[in-house]
Antibody, heavy 120, light 109 residues
Framework: QVQLVESGGGVVQPGGSLRLSCAASGFTFSTSAMHWVRQAPGGGLDWVAFIWFDGSDRYYADSVKGRFTISRDNSKNTLYLQMNSLRSEDTGVYYC?????????????WGQGTLVIVSS | DIVLTQSPATLSLSPGERATLSCRATQSVSSYLAWYQQKPGQAPRLLIYDASNRATGIPARFSGSGSGTDFTLTISSLEPEDFAVYYCQQRSNWPPLITFGQGTRLDIK
């Protein structure tokens, strides 16, 4: 079955950096587009970033553009999110999700999430 | 950006009743709309995509309808496990601009 397991969350000071990872199994990762989606504590869902199956296309929400970088290593079946210049408003649970549907712009499967807290 | 507004914010119903949840977009999204269910402490789960297609393994009591700017998620007869928060999501054409509604909480009455 499909499994997505996020890691790398934690507490970081404003202005700091963090790198999240998402280990994928149970499907062909190398032919699947992937996303990061976040959820602030007690809040709604917020799309963060998207990467095409081969890494050739990457797109970001305006709120993270220039600060976050999505990447992947298909040889390791792993998705990454490098987060720099972190702000308090970046606090939340970060989910990786497998893209589904036309152009993979729905979220077909989700991991359980990793918590990022940006606080001094 | 396309804004999605869900109503009502909270819906209180009893098991066996019919639930009707609404999602309205500020401009047409054609049929490019999905619905997700999220239970406390869990990740969201895809229920419906392209407005009316059930995702794999989703029971037939869940159905979606609508196009353009007005969409509905209907749960025909509520089961105890259906009480959760429901989100709608739109996907624009390329490049992707993806937004979610603020959610509808479905509570047991």
């Amino acid at each position: 079955q499909v499994q997505l397991v996020e890691s790398g969350g934690g507490v970081v000071q404003p202005g700091g950096s963090l790198r999240l990872s998402c280990a994928a199994s149970g499907f062909t990762f190398s032919t699947s587009a992937m996303h990061w989606v976040r959820q602030a504590p007690g809040g709604g869902l917020d799309w963060v970033a998207f990467i095409w199956f081969d890494g050739s296309d990457r797109y970001y929400a305006d709120s993270v553009k220039g600060r976050f970088t999505i990447s992947r290593d298909n040889s390791k079946n792993t998705l990454y999110l490098q987060m720099n210049s972190l702000r308090s408003e970046d606090t939340g649970v970060y989910y990786c999700a497998k893209g589904g549907g036309y152009r993979a712009l729905y979220f077909q499967y989700w991991g359980q999430g990793t918590l990022v807290i940006v606080s001094s | 950006d396309i804004v999605l507004t869900q109503s009502p914010a909270t819906l209180s119903l009893s098991p066996g009743e019919r639930a009707t949840l609404s999602c309205r977009a500020t401009q047409s999204v054609s049929s490019y709309l999905a619905w997700y269910q999220q239970k406390p402490g869990q990740a969201p789960r895809l229920l419906i995509y392209d407005a009316s297609n059930r995702a794999t393994g989703i029971p037939a009591r869940f159905s979606g309808s609508g196009s353009g700017t007005d969409f509905t998620l209907t749960i025909s007869s509520l089961e105890p496990e259906d009480f959760a928060v429901y989100y709608c999501q739109q996907r624009s054409n390329w490049p992707p601009l993806i937004t979610f509604g603020q959610g509808t909480r479905l509570d047991i009455k």
